[in-house]
């Protein structure tokens, strides 16, 4: 079998993914990419911390160090396809949207910090003219230039409107405003999800096609445009609280794209429901946390997510774990990360 029939058979295993189709085995990949996306690369960034502008990406320091990725391993990570993702630490949605990011070499960490008052945004947003957004779309047109149809180009993990407006207004004040101003926090929600569809849907042209479709920060590829919505603050929140005041806005981020992803902590599994209900065939991806529920313990839910034929992508950090899913779960529609500690 030639290296093209190779990959041909292995994407239409992709394409069968999203169908949940009968499948002989699983997804299977190990990522490259560090756990800690401070690690991913040497930054170059002026000083050990401080606040994080635009500019300070220089991409001619940057870009070589992302190849060097595909240099290094190829194309694929085991059945998974390996994306160049446009600087995956930097938080892109909360700085167009308005934040300040922060950033410490020495901590190993980027981070956002308040800057909103009011729960409103100040006005409406000129996504074309925000300078992170020209950044991100520079990235991606470096990315495509440096890549020639060699390797997937993807967009970044971009976090959902609860995670921009986190990013606005500390979480700390994000769970009391959900108490207090039920109202008001979810009207600056929908204002944050109105961003993510506008960048999201500006993105999607520029993001070359590779093997005829696209391939998702997981590594998953598909013939439609894939795009993960994330809202890891409502793991600390009820059900009820989650269904009544978050999941309207992270529901329309998921109608945007017809191959959107959300993405959930295992902490959050008591979310399930009202998630599945929300996502309507669209896939899902589980993190499992090492300080949540055990892999034993989950695996009823996980069972659930594949009766309801939706698609599920886990991420995990050890084989262990990987054997398990693999003898525990169906392989229709089932595809495995493990991200080494």
């Not at 690369?41 to 595909?70: C, I, K, N, T």
């Not at 405003?177 to 520029?206: F, G, M, Y």
């Not at 890891?232 to 191959?259: C, G, H, I, N, Q």
Request: negative net charge; aromatic residues 8%.
């Amino acid at each position: 079998m030639s290296a093209a029939d190779g990959i041909e058979a292995l994407l239409a295993r992709h394409e069968a993914f999203w169908r949940c189709a009968d499948a002989d085995r699983p997804l299977v990949g190990t990522s490259r990419w560090p756990a800690h996306s401070m690690l991913d690369f040497d930054w170059g960034l002026p000083a050990s911390e401080g606040v994080l502008q635009p500019e300070m990406l220089r991409l001619d320091h940057l870009l070589p160090q992302l190849e060097a990725y595909y240099d290094t391993d190829g194309e694929l990570d085991g059945d998974l396809v390996w994306p160049a993702i446009p600087l995956r630490g930097v938080f892109w949605l909360e700085a167009i949207a308005g934040a300040t990011l922060l950033y410490s070499v020495q901590e190993g960490w980027f981070s956002t910090q308040p800057s909103l008052q009011s729960l409103e945004l100040p006005g409406p947003i000129s996504v074309v003219d925000n300078p992170w957004f020209q950044k991100l779309v520079e990235v991606i047109a470096h990315l495509e230039l440096r890549s020639r149809g060699r390797f997937a180009v993807s967009l970044p993990l971009t976090h959902g409107p609860w995670e921009m407006v986190s990013a606005l207004i500390g979480m700390q004040r994000l769970y009391l405003e959900l108490c207090d101003h039920p109202v008001k926090v979810q009207r600056l929600a929908d204002q944050c999800a109105s961003v993510w569809i506008e960048v999201t849907q500006r993105l999607a042209p520029l993001v070359p096609l590779w093997q005829g479709g696209h391939v998702s920060y997981f590594g998953i590829w598909s013939p439609h445009f894939p795009v993960v919505a994330q809202n890891d603050f409502a793991v600390s929140v009820s059900a009820t609280m989650y269904r009544e005041r978050m999941l309207p806005a992270d529901r329309r981020t998921l109608k945007a794209w017809d191959s959107s992803w959300l993405h959930l902590h295992s902490q959050g599994v008591h979310l399930l429901d009202a998630v599945l209900e929300a996502l309507q065939g669209r896939a899902i991806n589980i993190v499992i946390d090492p300080s949540g529920p055990s892999l034993q313990d989950l695996l009823p839910a996980l069972r659930r997510v594949q009766e309801l034929r939706t698609p599920l992508h886990i991420l995990c950090n050890a084989e262990a774990q990987v054997e398990l899913l693999t003898a525990s779960l169906s392989p229709r529609g089932l595809a495995i990360t493990r991200q080494p500690t």
